[in-house]
């Protein structure tokens, strides 16, 4: 099993910063992948960034020069900063992780969500 542990979410107005963190803590040696999604009130949850145990990142096209994730495998710790945030950003940010099994599957793993809320 798999916990994640996310920090960082909280209200800031149009233009502001934040800086999401998830910590992953129990059998994180097989973890593959990290990032994070989003759901906005009456919204799909969507992806929003995410990087690859070698390192490639991914983002939405609604994030891109915006946001940037990192990841330091030391820590087992996923992080997003997220500059010149938007109202449209405001959403309950998820970590996700998803860790190889014994079968060949991938299995994936949720934090318990964090409020972003952008005021403009």
Same mark, same amino acid.
């Given at each position: 099993q798999v916990q994640?542990?996310?920090?960082?979410g909280g209200?800031v107005?149009?233009?502001?910063?934040?800086?999401?963190?998830c910590?992953?803590s129990?059998i994180?040696?097989?973890i593959?992948t990290?990032?994070? %999604?989003?759901q906005a009130?009456?919204k799909q949850? #969507?992806l929003? *960034? +995410?990087v690859?145990s070698?390192?490639?990142?991914?983002?939405?096209d609604?994030?891109?020069?915006?946001f940037t994730?990192?990841?330091?495998n030391a820590?087992n710790?996923? %992080?997003l900063q997220?500059n010149?945030?938007?109202? #449209?950003?405001? *959403? +309950?940010?998820?970590?996700n992780?998803?860790?190889?099994?014994?079968?060949?599957?991938?299995?994936q793993?949720?934090?318990q969500?964090?409020q972003?809320t952008v005021s403009s």
């Open positions: 994640l542990v996310e920090s960082g209200l107005q149009a233009g502001g910063s934040l800086r999401l963190s910590a992953a129990g994180t040696f097989s593959k990290m990032g994070w %999604y989003r009130p009456g949850r #969507e929003v *960034a +995410v690859i070698g390192g490639p990142t991914n983002y939405a609604s994030v891109k020069g915006r994730i990192s990841r330091d820590k710790t996923v %992080y997220m010149s945030l938007k109202p #449209e950003d405001t *959403a +309950v940010y998820y970590c992780a998803g860790r190889s099994t014994s079968l060949g599957t991938t299995r793993y949720w934090g969500g964090t972003v």
